[in-house]
């Protein structure tokens, strides 16, 4: 087989932990290769979403701001630019704001900062087994256009979101039963909508949606809705979840799939604009992202309920009479596979004691569970879903981005060492992750 070349760092994946860990890498000044099966790098902020948010909860509740390095950067750039809202902070949203950013220009920005830091990148290629010698990896081969071949590094991270290169390296791995799952999903974007008459209409029917404020704010429903009718505009809200009562209509005339609740986050655009984004109009339940059948199967079926939502959207939904679809996403977003077993495995303690460690990397204030269901709840809120304590964040150790069994590999993004409620899946927490591999690759190298 050709060797393609030899690198100190290969970043197998460039989605949001790839983007990361490639720059991160090359910053410190390792010679480093992005392999991406795509023509495109930015994963789950720009080609299976944003996931609805993009950029949020990047403070704590305590509004100290908790997740910054290429994030920050990122928002910065675009933000001057004209292609980002700035850090949206009202107050009935403590713990869980936006920082909303345009998923295509961010996509643009990550060529240029590529380019910038001086990454090599090797697109439309997929990596399909790794070179070992004993328990070391050597590198991976690809498949592309011109075949297989073999690219040589001193150390690979795995930013595949599934696992695969950790898999195949022969790391220990945990995933649930397909039929335990959280459900995947394809995101829709729309323009032409009336923001005036969406937001009279929610300020008017408050218990059509399901409002809700971090447990450490300790507000009352009635404050939150009394709140609720003092915003403005529709970025304070951010995102919403509700119609509750148009929904039922609809499931009763069969005008509503039912494998989820209706609402949608935003999208900022050029001069003003806000489009709204549909991320939970969709979701596909008893499909294996490690199987490719499964795969198939979610592609179809999240189109089939993308086309019964938008009907439902333009039939029921006040504001949205004019409103057009601008984009679809092109392929599914996978919420939940394989988790690689590490030298330490995050636990849903560590998230709710905000636990501290010596060898931390990042820090994170998302909730433990709270996973997403193929229903009208959409999501659920039981007893496993819990915050931080006090209103703070918990750390994120380095262990967690170390596979047992395998030297001169690491992982990021979601597939890191955690239980299954500690799941690291956000964009946000993908982020963080990669860019600390990518640091750790390039000094180890």
């Known amino acids: 087989m050709e060797i393609f070349g030899e690198y100190d760092v290969v970043v197998v994946g460039g989605g949001t932990s790839g983007v990361a860990a490639a720059l991160s890498a090359a910053r410190v000044g390792a010679n480093t290769l992005l392999i991406e099966r795509l023509g495109a790098i930015g994963g ?38 004209g292609h980002a809202l700035p850090h949206l902070k009202p107050d009935f949203r403590a713990g869980y704001s936006f920082s909303y950013v345009d998923p295509d220009w961010w996509g643009l920005l990550m060529f240029q900062m590529m380019e910038e830091s001086g990454v090599h990148l090797l697109l439309h290629s997929l990596a399909v087994d790794v070179l070992k010698q004993g328990d070391t990896v050597r590198g991976v081969i690809v498949e592309n256009t011109s075949g297989r071949q073999v690219v040589l590094g001193k150390v690979t991270i795995d930013c595949t979101g599934e696992g695969d290169i950790s898999v195949r390296a022969g790391a220990p791995y945990e995933i649930l039963p397909k039929d335990k799952l959280q459900p995947h999903t394809i995101s829709f974007t729309v323009d032409g909508v009336d923001w005036d008459k969406v937001l009279r209409y929610i300020k008017e029917n ?15 429903r009635e404050q939150l809705l009394e709140r609720i009718k003092q915003v403005k505009d529709i ?3 951010g995102e919403q979840m509700g119609w509750i009562s148009l929904r039922n209509e609809a499931m009763a005339k069969g005008e509503w799939h039912g494998k989820s609740g209706v609402g949608f986050f935003l999208l900022p655009r050029e001069g003003g ?9 969709s979701h596909v339940s008893n499909c294996d992202p490690t199987d490719v059948r499964d795969l198939t199967y979610g592609e179809i079926e999240a189109r089939r309920q993308i086309v019964i939502a938008w009907k439902f959207i333009k039939k029921y939904m006040p504001g949205f009479e004019k409103a057009y679809i601008t984009r679809v996403c092109p392929e599914l977003r996978i919420r939940e596979s394989r988790r690689i077993m590490g030298d330490y495995v995050l636990t849903s303690d560590d998230v709710v004691q905000a636990r501290k460690f010596k060898d931390v990397i990042g820090k994170s204030s998302f909730p433990k569970g709270g996973h997403h269901v193929a229903s009208t709840a959409t999501i ?14 918990h750390d994120i150790p380095y262990r967690c981005l170390v596979p047992k069994n395998v030297e001169n590999l690491l992982v990021a993004g ?10 690291h899946r956000f964009l946000q927490q993908t982020m963080v992750t990669g860019q600390a591999a990518g640091v750790a690759a390039a000094l180890c190298a």
Do not use: C
């Open 44 to 81: 789950q902020m720009n080609v299976s979403g944003p996931p609805g948010f993009a950029y949020a909860w990047l403070f704590n509740p305590r509004w100290e701001q908790v997740i910054g390095g290429i994030l920050e950067e990122t928002h910065n750039r675009l933000l001057k630019e």
């Open 206 to 220: 408050p218990n059509e949606f399901s409002f809700r404020s971090h447990p450490y704010l300790n507000w009352t």
């Open 235 to 237: 970025t304070e809200i």
């Open 273 to 281: 604009v806000v489009q709204a984004h549909f991320q939970h109009s």
């Open 380 to 393: 659920t809120l039981d007893e496993r879903h819990e915050y931080p304590k006090d209103g703070g964040s």
């Open 414 to 423: 979601k597939p890191i060492s955690t239980d299954r409620d500690a799941y």
